[in-house]
């Protein structure tokens, strides 16, 4: 498994809870362009509708020597899951008001796969108390070391 890209802004924003890997449909150009690494994830989002399950917001670069078929950067890609998975996802977006979060594009078998992650927002003082618990686990560490 080759990492082309990673959401790190996600799990700062969300607590997230459950992953499900999920391919997606490109176009041979930007399958070129993700080969290079030229991908980001950091606004982007997922989003059932019509049964279906599309990535918007992602931005693949586009690769320097695709001719006059040059796809958008931005444009909503479809991803693609089982039923099951759908409906699951679709559930808990409606009843428990989750977002689905993409974390990880990457390759696996020659094949991109996206990780996309049930996530509850985060409010100001949850991401305060986490960038404590972190600056008191590295003055720990740090004493650690010292000593």
């Known amino acids: 498994m080759k990492i082309i890209t990673e959401n790190r802004e996600a799990r700062h924003n969300y607590f997230l809870e459950d992953t499900i890997e999920a391919g997606i449909v ?4 930007e399958v070129k362009s993700l080969v290079s690494g030229k991908a980001n994830l950091k606004d982007s989002y997922a989003l059932v509708r019509g049964g279906e399950v599309f990535l918007i ?17 931005r444009r909503t890609r479809k991803l693609l899951l089982n039923k099951q998975e759908i409906l699951k996802l679709e559930r808990k977006v409606k009843e428990k008001s989750y977002t689905l979060v993409p974390t990880k594009m ?8 996206v990780e996309i992650a049930l996530g509850k927002g985060k409010k100001l003082y949850d991401k305060k108390d986490d960038k404590m618990k972190a600056d008191l686990n590295r003055y720990a560490e ?4 010292n000593s």
Do not use: H, M, Q
């Open 142 to 145: 740090r004493l650690i070391k």
């Open 26 to 29: 490109l176009v041979g150009s």
């Open 106 to 113: 990457y390759f696996s078998n020659n094949k991109v796969k």
């Open 57 to 73: 917001n992602c931005f693949i670069s586009n690769f320097e020597k695709t001719g006059s078929f040059a796809p958008d950067e």
